[in-house]
């Protein structure tokens, strides 16, 4: 079995075992939230010098650290083509597919997915941020919506304001979790392609763990329900969303971040949040295991 890997930015992952955790600790301040490019370049080699060749989930820690899912969904593109492509699979309270000015950042990753030739789609479930409403509209990078290439799956958002522009299939709204799940396995039930699964935990209800982002209403059992209806299609995965605390030395990144309203956490506070991130993420990396496949 490949083993679970952690890329431990900022010690937020528990114990895992047999888990494969590669330090990275001093890239914390450089890569953490946002970077540029020449960074995120810099980081991608050392990955790939550090990441054994085949693996099974990855953990990345705060949800400060979601970008890092280009650089391991960008490593599939020896095994997949435009010719054998992937579907992407993202939950998020978030679209991350929003305009970024200063290089790359956790919430604009999306759109590089997109453009992956040997990506096929992406879908985000379990938006329910007003950063797809109309106030934010133009934040959104419109292009893979309008390519057909990416699909917000949401609840709780007016976004009435896509339909008149002609993206009404790119929006797919719903009034609870259940329903969005079952429509969501309703697509793929005739779908063969393989898919890369990425989990950011701020979708996940406060009832069932707290992160460092607002959050949406999912249950865990909604993301085990799609997991487990991959039937072996699933080539790549990782975990984000844990819960940590970092204080930036640069002062676009304290701005950035006191703007995203991510207050301080006590201590003791901390450490019991951190304690039911590693519950569920012992739920996720079973069922993840159960359907995962070695890409070829």
Same mark, same amino acid.
Request: with cysteine.
């Given at each position: 079995?490949?083993?679970?890997?952690?890329?431990?930015?900022?010690?937020?992952?528990?114990?895992?075992?047999?888990?494969?955790?590669?330090?990275?600790?001093?890239?914390?301040?450089?890569?953490?939230?946002?970077?540029?490019?020449?960074?995120?370049?810099?980081?991608?080699?050392?990955?790939?010098?550090?990441?054994?060749?085949?693996?099974?989930?990855?953990?990345?820690?705060?949800?400060?650290?979601?970008?890092?899912?280009?650089?391991?969904?960008?490593?599939?593109?020896?095994?997949?083509?435009?010719?054998?492509?992937?579907?992407?699979?993202?939950?998020?309270?978030?679209?991350?597919?929003?305009?970024?000015?200063?290089?790359?950042?956790?919430?604009?990753?999306?759109?590089?997915?997109?453009?992956?030739?040997?990506?096929?789609?992406?879908?985000?479930?379990?938006? +329910?941020?007003?950063?797809?409403?109309?106030?934010?509209?133009?934040?959104?990078? #419109? =292009?893979? @919506?309008? !390519?057909?290439?990416? $699909?917000?799956?949401?609840?709780?958002?007016?976004?009435?304001?896509?339909?008149?522009?002609?993206?009404?299939?790119?929006?797919?709204?719903?009034?609870?979790?259940?329903?969005?799940?079952?429509?969501?396995?309703?697509?793929?039930?005739?779908?063969?392609?393989?898919?890369?699964?990425?989990?950011?935990?701020?979708?996940?209800?406060?009832?069932?763990?707290?992160?460092?982002?607002?959050?949406?209403?999912?249950?865990?059992?909604?993301?085990?329900?799609?997991?487990?209806?991959?039937?072996?299609?699933?080539?790549?995965?990782?975990?984000?969303?844990?819960?940590?605390?970092?204080?930036?030395?640069?002062?676009?990144?304290?701005?950035?971040?006191?703007?995203?309203?991510?207050?301080?956490?006590?201590?003791?506070?901390? +450490?019991?949040?951190?304690?039911?991130?590693?519950?569920?993420?012992?739920?996720? #990396? =079973?069922? @993840?295991? !159960?359907?995962?496949? $070695?890409?070829?």
């Amino acid at each position: 079995m490949n083993k679970t890997i952690i890329l431990d930015f900022d010690h937020s992952t528990g114990s895992i075992p047999d888990a494969v955790r590669i330090e990275l600790g001093q890239w914390q301040e450089v890569i953490r939230f946002g970077c540029s490019q020449t960074s995120f370049k810099k980081l991608q080699a050392e990955l790939n010098q550090q990441l054994p060749e085949h693996y099974g989930t990855v953990l990345t820690g705060s949800g400060d650290y979601h970008h890092i899912s280009l650089l391991l969904i960008k490593r599939l593109q020896q095994f997949f083509s435009a010719s054998n492509p992937i579907q992407i699979i993202i939950f998020d309270n978030h679209p991350d597919n929003m305009r970024y000015l200063f290089g790359i950042h956790c919430g604009s990753w999306v759109s590089y997915v997109a453009q992956l030739p040997f990506v096929s789609h992406v879908h985000v479930l379990g938006i +329910t941020s007003n950063d797809i409403g109309v106030a934010h509209s133009w934040e959104n990078r #419109l =292009a893979p @919506l309008f !390519q057909g290439k990416l $699909t917000y799956w949401c609840m709780d958002v007016q976004v009435g304001w896509a339909r008149t522009i002609g993206l009404k299939q790119a929006f797919r709204a719903f009034s609870s979790p259940e329903e969005l799940v079952s429509a969501f396995i309703q697509t793929q039930q005739q779908a063969n392609e393989p898919v890369y699964i990425s989990i950011d935990k701020d979708v996940l209800g406060k009832d069932v763990v707290q992160t460092n982002w607002d959050q949406g209403r999912m249950q865990l059992e909604h993301l085990l329900t799609v997991i487990n209806t991959m039937n072996q299609r699933i080539i790549g995965s990782d975990i984000t969303g844990e819960v940590s605390q970092w204080e930036y030395t640069s002062l676009l990144k304290r701005l950035l971040s006191a703007m995203d309203k991510q207050e301080p956490i006590p201590a003791t506070t901390l +450490t019991t949040w951190q304690e039911k991130h590693h519950a569920v993420n012992q739920q996720l #990396l =079973a069922s @993840l295991a !159960q359907n995962q496949r $070695t890409a070829s």
